[in-house]
């Protein structure tokens, strides 16, 4: 099979980490997972912003939350789109300036992979 993409997925609950790296495995996609927002800045940096995409959870323990993650890939590689998703207020804390895209949980585990190649195909469009 040929991998599609590199993924990072963020998100401390073990059970939606591990269901959303298999989804996005079985659908073609190279994956790696992190389960806070400071694993996953660390994961990029030793990389050199080694994903294509990144799919984060909002609110996670430690540090960084997913739209501090988010702020920080934009400052250093814009390249690289990333969508947050969060269930209750998530969309209403987004902060203004940089916009990542956004899914609200509980989301549909059919839509992940196809979520993930639009948001890919937005940021090739945007290039």
């Keep these: 099979m040929t991998v599609l993409s590199t993924v990072l997925v963020v998100e401390d609950d073990w059970l939606i980490r591990s269901l959303i ?3 996005l495995e ?3 996609f190279e994956v790696f997972t992190a389960e806070t927002g400071d694993d996953a800045w660390d994961w990029l940096c030793e990389t050199s912003g080694g994903a294509d995409l990144i799919l984060s959870d909002i609110h996670m323990p430690g540090g ?3 739209i501090g993650l988010a702020n920080r890939v934009q400052a250093h590689w814009p390249r690289i789109p990333v969508i947050l998703s969060s269930g209750g207020r998530g969309q209403q804390i987004l902060e203004s300036g940089y916009a990542p895209l956004f899914i609200p949980k ?3 585990s059919q839509d992940i992979g196809t979520i993930c190649r639009r ?3 937005l940021a090739i ?3």
Excluded: F, K, Q, V
């Design 64 to 66: 960084l939350s997913g």
């Design 106 to 108: 509980p989301w549909h």
């Design 21 to 23: 790296h298999e989804i």
């Design 26 to 28: 079985t659908e073609g």
């Design 119 to 121: 948001a890919l195909a």
């Design 125 to 127: 469009n945007r290039e």
